[in-house]
């Protein structure tokens, strides 16, 4: 029966004429390009450094760490404000078990997506730190819930079919069975056949990264004078401001995901400039969107999951002398941030008592730094 088909088939195609054929062998070869390299995504992007998060993505690949104590999740500020060789010193954890797995970009979905694809990460039951900010739940900010590439690789059917934006659900739903977001020049073909053919991945990501502004001076100033990272510009990131419940589940996915490994999980907003602050309690809208994405993320708590919020430095114990921009910490408040929170961490019970040293905790936060080699 199947050979009679080929035949009668074979017997229709001869039949057609040039052109007809020309077009449907080119079909056919398109088609089997689209469909491998959708299958493909995951090894195409990982030498695409294009993407926030592909650097940190291209590491774990390679390392495929699995013994870490503490996990942190987060953005940029989250590289800036934690310090692991004061939180190595407290906790007695060695440095190499503390991650600190940060993109640049990052909201809900790109804290999601490094457990999802590395769910190895929480074999050895580590705490695990989430930073969460408003911003991350605004549904008019970050359409597309994270950087374009790394969106349009690795989101699943799902994901891409709960945006709210028809133009952008229709833009991934077809880039899901027409991959347009793998289009590459002859030259990245080239890179992408020889990684493939040698089995290598790049290793962009550094997990001892500390940030330039904590140890070179142009760079502080570069970062405390950048338009970007001003506080009229980040009020931005609140305009116009919708609870995203899509982003929340994202949240909600992490957490199920976690607590399927690990009982401490930590979310944890730093606290920002009071300028920044006091921009967003003067405006009766952002006000109240503050609040309901508040109401939420203490919705959150139960046994498992803790939260530790703080608005304004004060709350922690500091004051704006540590922060450099709007949110970035600086070296020395980075270094008092981190005792702040390892002390509530410890009181939350999260930290194990045989690893903490009782002698440090009698010892201030500005010993501790001088104790410390600092960049």
Known sequence: MSNHLFISIFSFFNKLSSHIKVFILTLIILTCTCVGLSIN???????????????????LDL??????KVIFLGSSRIASCIKRDLFSKLS???????????????????????????????????????????????????????????????????????LPDLKLRLLLLSDYFFPHSQRRTLEEWGTIFYSLMIGKRPE?????????????????????????????????????????????????????????????????????????????????ELTAANLIYLDYIFTLNNENVHSIVWNRPEDCGLNDSAIIDYGHFNNEGAYLFTQRLFNEIKKLGLIELNAYSGKEAAISPQDNISGLKKP
Not at 41 to 59: A, G
Not at 240 to 265: D, G, P
Request: proline fraction near 6%; charge should be positive.
């Open 204 to 284: 962009p990501y550094n997990p001892d990264y500390i940030p330039e502004y904590h140890y070179k001076q142009s760079a502080y100033i570069k970062l405390a004078t950048d338009q970007i990272f001003s506080v009229r510009n980040q009020i931005k990131a609140m305009g116009n401001y919708q609870f995203a419940e899509y982003k929340a589940e994202y949240l909600n996915r992490l957490i199920n995901i976690v607590e399927k490994k690990t009982k401490k999980i930590v979310i944890l907003q730093p606290p920002l400039r009071n300028k920044y602050i006091d921009v967003i309690e003067g405006i009766q």
């Open 92 to 162: 007695g954890i060695e440095q190499s078990k503390i991650l600190i797995l940060q993109s640049n970009g990052a909201g809900t979905w790109e804290e999601l997506l490094f457990c999802r694809k590395y769910p190895d990460l929480l074999n050895s039951n580590p705490l695990v730190i989430i930073e969460v900010a408003p911003w991350m739940f605004n549904k008019n900010f970050y359409p597309l819930g994270a950087g374009e590439t790394a969106f349009l690789t690795w989101s699943t059917f799902q994901e891409r079919l709960a």
């Open 41 to 59: 995504r995951d090894s195409l992007e990982m030498i695409n450094n294009k993407s926030f998060v592909t650097p940190v993505i291209s590491y």
């Open 63 to 68: 390392k495929r760490p699995n013994n870490a």
